[in-house]
T-cell receptor, first 113, second 114 residues
Framework: DAGVIQSPRHEVTEMGQEVTLRCKPISGHDYLFWYRQTMMRGLELLIYFNNNVPIDDSGMPEDRFSAKMPNASFSTLKIQPSEPRDSAVYFC???????????FGDGTRLSIL | AQSVTQPDIHITVSEGASLELRCNYSYGATPYLFWYVQSPGQGLQLLLKYFSGDTLVQGIKGFEAEFKRSQSSFNLRKPSVHWSDAAEYFCAVAANQAGTALIFGKGTTLSVSS
């Protein structure tokens, strides 16, 4: 079975540019999570969706970050404008009805120069 | 508020030796507990989970963990470590089963010496 698919795997861009990260959850999963991993803060939740509806976005750092889930098989996390402090690995995870366990994608390593 | 503490940042174990990675959590009720492993450049893979019932849970790759309510701990163990076990290990807690976010510890990096 296909797992959670994230693209791109690596992204290097200059400060001020718009960045879009993409995620395809596992088919049949109705929860989708976006996490960010940094050396300083570890793994932290940014936002999560249930049945395509955002449930908790309290972890989104600021208005520069936005996330959408237009359908059950696709989600995006957008940063506009990007800043060097946004450099991190961004993970998408999905989980089945009932909520756990979460299955993680391989992440997007983002570098903002 | 929930929190997870992994006291050991880095552990080195000889191949074939036993392993125990420590995890302490803070949560008022019985939490849902998880151990994940992350190899370099990879996502997180679930090793095992505890929701209820038997406090000793078995996972993949020969790992097990024991939930001890009195100590607020959920330590991960393996009787004999293989070189391929070198990775970063994360303990995590969820407030309930129903799709809430995971709160992760800072992780423990395991090195395996020959």
């Amino acid at each position: 079975d296909a797992g959670v698919i994230q693209s791109p795997r690596h992204e290097v861009t200059e400060m001020g540019q718009e960045v879009t990260l993409r995620c395809k959850p596992i088919s049949g999963h109705d929860y989708l999570f976006w996490y960010r991993q940094t050396m300083m803060r570890g793994l932290e939740l940014l936002i999560y969706f249930n049945n395509n509806v955002p449930i908790d976005d309290s972890g989104m750092p600021e208005d520069r970050f936005s996330a959408k889930m237009p359908n059950a098989s696709f989600s995006t996390l957008k940063i506009q404008p990007s800043e060097p402090r946004d450099s991190a690995v961004y993970f998408c995870a999905s989980s089945p009805p009932g909520g756990q366990p979460q299955h993680f994608g391989d992440g997007t390593r983002l570098s903002i120069l | 508020a929930q929190s997870v503490t992994q006291p050991d940042i880095h552990i080195t174990v000889s191949e074939g030796a036993s392993l125990e990675l420590r995890c302490n959590y803070s949560y008022g009720a019985t939490p849902y507990l998880f151990w994940y492993v992350q190899s370099p450049g990879q996502g997180l893979q679930l090793l095992l989970k505890y929701f209820s019932g038997d406090t000793l849970v078995q996972g993949i790759k020969g790992f097990e963990a024991e939930f001890k309510r009195s100590q607020s701990s959920f330590n991960l163990r393996k009787p004999s470590v293989h070189w391929s076990d070198a990775a970063e290990y994360f303990c995590a807690v969820a407030a309930n089963q129903a799709g809430t976010a995971l709160i992760f510890g800072k992780g423990t990096t395991l090195s395996v010496s020959s």
